[in-house]
């Protein structure tokens, strides 16, 4: 339960109870996301008023289900999507899922707890050979590749990722899959190796000198046709729109918290005729398409993994991330 900035503490709820329509979960893990380190840390403040129970990239089995549930059994591995969308406000009707502006917000519940409960529409199965830990990863990789969509990668495209990070190193793979160069960019020298080792072609360590100047000479003084910021931040964003090259697309991924704002020279963005986007959570099909690519093992997440805490370390995982030790940080609830 989260109280108020840095104020996590253990403790006993009550169980949750489910009607005819939703499925009752034990909880096996949950990864730790950068929103919920923001929420801990106090630098977002989200709707949801103190205490609060965090996390939402849970995974688990089903021990109970709803009269009106027919086709999931007891032991069932199930992933939530928490996102449920209404299907009938102005952006859902114009296929906008991810901007819906009717979310069931208590149709889902989880996180880091024990017990958490779902509508049988919002779950996917999980496939045999992925296990808790990398099911984890459905929802942010499924944020990825609606940020990828917006890049419209084509084959041979030269592609910076700006960090490397476990959001970033998604982004790698998917842009490797979609026949990109991909050049990854960080300051943690630990990072870029594990971005080598995902494929990466090419890696720019940004405290040893101009990132910028580097991309244009990796790719013939040009730029880049796309570069996804995959970390937030007034360095990173700038850094990010001086590396694309002419009709280049920016994908400014990451969100900034505190808010930020940046220089930007409108020549810069008129001249070069530069896209620059942004990118949102996800829909349905990402959610689904997301846990297909890990299964497939066209995204390979368990790299991605640095530590499996019990819960009772959840606040030691949430310094972690905080302090960009290590990659992904998984609490394990089993």
């Not at 808790?132 to 419209?152: D, Q, S, V």
């Not at 990072?191 to 940004?206: F, H, M, N, T, Y």
């Not at 007034?234 to 729109?241: D, L």
């Amino acid at each position: 339960m989260i109280y108020g900035p840095y104020d996590l503490r253990i403790e006993e709820a009550d169980r949750p109870t489910i009607d005819d329509e939703k499925v009752l979960i034990r909880v096996d893990a949950c990864g730790i996301c950068p929103s919920d380190v923001r929420g801990y840390a106090g630098t977002r403040r989200g709707t949801r008023g103190f205490p609060y129970i965090p996390g939402h990239e849970w995974v688990g089995h089903v021990i109970e289900v709803g009269r009106y549930v027919k086709d999931l059994k007891e032991g069932d591995r199930v992933v939530p999507d928490w996102r449920v969308v209404c299907g009938r406000c102005h952006y859902c009707r114009r296929g906008i899922f991810n901007y819906c502006s009717d979310l069931k917000r208590d149709a889902v519940r989880g996180g880091f707890c024990d017990y958490g409960y779902a509508i049988r529409t919002n779950l996917r199965l999980i496939p045999d050979n992925v296990s808790y830990e990398e099911a984890c990863f459905t929802e942010p990789l499924a944020c990825c590749i609606n940020g990828m969509k917006r890049c419209e990668i084509q084959f041979g495209d030269d592609v910076v990722i700006v960090g490397s990070g476990p959001i970033g190193l998604m982004h790698l793979q998917l842009a490797k899959h979609l026949g990109a160069r991909v050049i990854s960019c960080d300051i943690i020298g630990e990072r870029l190796d594990k971005a080598k080792s995902l494929g990466a072609d090419e890696s720019i360590d940004s405290s040893k000198g101009d990132p910028i100047e580097r991309v244009k000479e990796l790719t013939e003084g040009r730029g880049a046709d796309a570069v996804v910021v995959a970390v937030g931040g007034r360095k990173p964003i700038e850094q990010g729109m001086g590396m694309a090259g002419i009709c280049g697309t920016v994908n400014i991924f990451a969100g900034t918290h505190p808010p930020v704002t940046i220089e930007c020279d409108p020549n810069a963005v008129h001249y070069k005729q530069l896209w620059v986007t942004g990118s949102h959570d996800y829909t349905p099909h990402d959610f689904t398409t997301a846990l297909k690519l890990i299964s497939n093992g066209v995204v390979r997440v368990r790299p991605l993994i640095s530590h499996v805490l019990p819960l009772e370390k959840t606040k030691e995982g949430f310094d972690t991330v905080e302090g960009q030790k290590g990659l992904k940080v998984i609490i394990s609830v089993a």
